[in-house]
């Protein structure tokens, strides 16, 4: 099994920022597995934000919701992904759910998935 906690959201005016944390865990987790984030927003269905490998490659949603803004990092001694999010929008309020896959994350369903964390924007 594996565990996905994730941390460090809350409630933040527009233009701030929020750093996301999430720890991995469990017998089955490999440091090797690929890790991300996913929001939803009220309404929404969910969507891709961000994933990192191993390696260090990284991915970011197509659209442009999110480049330039936001930076997904990580470190592999701790098993942990942060998601650095700047210039904070109204429309970011949502709930973000860390993943974790083999290899590469799915963008469509990620094979494992912490609790979510709000983040609410006040404009």
């Known amino acids: 099994q594996v565990q996905l906690v994730e941390s460090g959201g809350g409630l933040v005016q527009a233009g701030g920022s929020l750093r996301l944390s999430c720890a991995a865990s469990?017998?089955?987790?490999?440091?090797?597995?690929?890790m991300g984030w996913f929001r939803q927003a009220p309404g929404k269905e969910r969507e891709f934000v961000a994933a990192i490998r191993w390696s260090g490659s990284i991915d970011y949603a197509d659209s442009d919701s999110v480049k330039g803004r936001f930076t997904i990092s990580r470190d592999n001694a701790k098993n942990t992904v942060y998601l650095q999010m700047n210039s904070l929008k109204s429309e970011d309020t949502a709930v973000y759910y860390c993943v974790s896959d083999k290899f590469v994350v799915s963008r469509s369903w990620p094979l494992y998935w912490g609790q979510g964390t709000q983040v609410t924007v006040s404009s």
């Open positions: 469990g017998r089955t987790f490999s440091s090797t597995y690929a």
